[in-house]
């Protein structure tokens, strides 16, 4: 393998960090950091679950604190495996979390967030116009009869802005380029820009698809207009952050996708 020199990113853009994970220790604090960063969304999401679980318990063939418990120890998993295949994968294919990395190194994390703050507050403005819009174009399948039964803004901040973007961009987008990068280059050189798209649209699509089950449990059915509005609305989105995440680093398009629902919650 011939993966990109620390500092360099996929799409060659100026180095945000200075350091990357280059011992198995390090690779380790990394792993634990961001598994960490992620776990108070998979908490928030499993609290919001709780009230419509109370109401089909007597449904289920296990106590409701067993479902809880199982619920969150799932997506904890799944998140733990997504952040240990970013941790393995990103630095081969020139991708990187750097001002977490800079901070676990105890270098200046100001300098590294100055390179992405930007970037990730205009994608932040984009996505909440875009939810905006989108919001006055919903099926009215998807827009929900009880008000209070939405989904809280902790939930979309921490489990939206921050889990999702670790298990989607950080795990799934970097397994896809990677997989890119050994197949179309034979994990020669830094990934092509052509290859980069490819795992920055597959992410994006797979992203929109992965809300596909919460919207038809708010419709009840996945009808055309449902799936075309989540499919649409999701892989657009998708792809703002995924050009973030390979072109900045991850902390940019966590801050797009944080700022994005902060924005867009009182208009919705």
Do not use: C
């Not at 792993?31 to 908490?43: Q, Y």
């Not at 296990?62 to 630095?91: D, E, R």
């Amino acid at each position: 393998m011939n993966p990109q020199p620390p500092g360099s990113t996929a799409h060659g853009a100026e180095p945000t960090h200075t350091s990357q994970p280059s011992s198995k220790a390090a690779r380790w604090r990394l792993a634990g950091a961001l598994w960490l960063l992620g776990l108070p969304g998979v908490v928030a999401v499993v609290w919001a679950l709780l009230p419509p679980l109370a109401a089909n318990a007597a449904m289920f063939p296990l106590p409701l604190w067993a479902i809880v418990l199982l619920s969150g120890l799932q997506t904890a998993v799944l998140l733990a495996l997504a952040v240990g295949v970013g941790v393995w994968l990103a630095p081969r294919v020139g991708l990187a979390a750097p001002a977490v990395s800079a901070w676990l190194v105890g270098q200046p994390v100001g300098p590294v967030l100055r390179a992405q703050w930007l970037p990730g507050v205009l994608g932040g403005l984009a996505g909440a116009t875009w939810l905006w819009a989108l919001s006055r174009l919903a099926p009215e399948a998807l827009k929900p009869s009880d008000p209070g039964s939405a989904m809280p803004l902790v939930v979309k901040l921490l489990y939206g802005g921050v889990t999702e973007e670790l298990l989607v961009r950080w795990g799934v987008m970097t397994l896809m380029l990677w997989l890119g990068w050994r197949l179309a280059q034979r994990g020669k050189g830094r990934p092509g820009a052509g290859v980069v798209g490819v795992a920055v649209v597959v992410s994006a699509l797979l992203f929109a698809l992965g809300h596909l089950p919460a919207a038809q449990a708010m419709a009840g059915a996945l009808t055309l207009p449902v799936v075309a509005f989540v499919l649409v609305g999701n892989v657009a989105f998708g792809l703002v952050a995924g050009w973030l995440f390979a072109r900045r680093g991850l902390e940019a398009a966590l801050i797009a996708h944080v700022l994005a629902h902060l924005l867009s919650h009182p208009l919705l």
